[in-house]
């Protein structure tokens, strides 16, 4: 019965992949393009996300920052949630308004809508810097049009779990970590 389970992850894990592959493939090729410019332009890749998802934020600026694959220069990349955590009582909203430059992109994870509220002041305040907003989120209603701009790349994983959604995630920062390395590289192979 618990090897079944156990089983289930896996094929439920694998069924969500392949249906995120056809999807977003077209979304998450315009994302990269997006951060391409922006570095590209002088500018920067802010990461951000709240509770354990700050977690992948951290992540995804440090393959930006250091590499992925392919060894290359450091990208202009970081992780607001770090900064968040470290100072406490600061909210993402203050630190866009810190640190955020027009041109700069944001990246904000958000599995699923839990934290719509909490993300609400910290969009207005990347919107107000003139930057950019890719939004990796999830759930299987899309409750981010109302805070999102036409300029804005949603990227939405349709799954109501979250474990799912985190792993789907994970996989489009991975895509999007090597499709930023493939424009500004060529392919390693």
């Known amino acids: 019965m618990i090897e079944q389970r156990i089983q289930q992850q896996f094929f439920e894990s694998a069924d969500l992949l392949y249906q995120a592959a056809e999807q977003l493939a077209r979304p998450l090729a315009m994302a990269a393009q997006m951060v391409v410019d922006a ?3 002088g500018n920067r890749i802010l990461c951000a996300a709240h509770g354990l998802a700050a977690l992948d934020a951290d992540y995804l600026a ?16 970081w992780s607001l949630s770090a900064q968040a955590r470290d100072a406490a009582g600061l909210d993402l909203a203050r630190l866009l308004q810190a640190h955020g430059h027009p041109g700069d992109v944001l990246v904000m ?14 969009l207005a305040a990347a919107h107000s810097q003139e930057m950019s907003v ?3 989120t999830g759930g299987n209603t899309d409750e981010w049009r ?3 701009e036409d300029t804005d790349i949603q990227i939405r994983v349709s799954h109501a ?5 985190i792993e789907a995630q994970r996989v489009l920062l991975h ?13 390693d192979e």
């Open 161 to 165: 779990r979250e474990p799912r959604v």
């Open 39 to 41: 570095i590209t332009g």
């Open 175 to 187: 895509a999007l970590a090597d499709a930023v390395d493939m424009q500004l590289l060529g392919s």
């Open 62 to 77: 440090a393959r930006l920052a250091g590499r992925f694959e392919q060894e290359r220069p450091g990208l202009a990349a």
């Open 109 to 122: 994870l958000e599995p699923l809508r839990e934290q719509r509220d909490a993300w609400a002041a910290a």
């Open 146 to 148: 109302g805070l999102l």
């Open 134 to 136: 890719i939004a990796l």
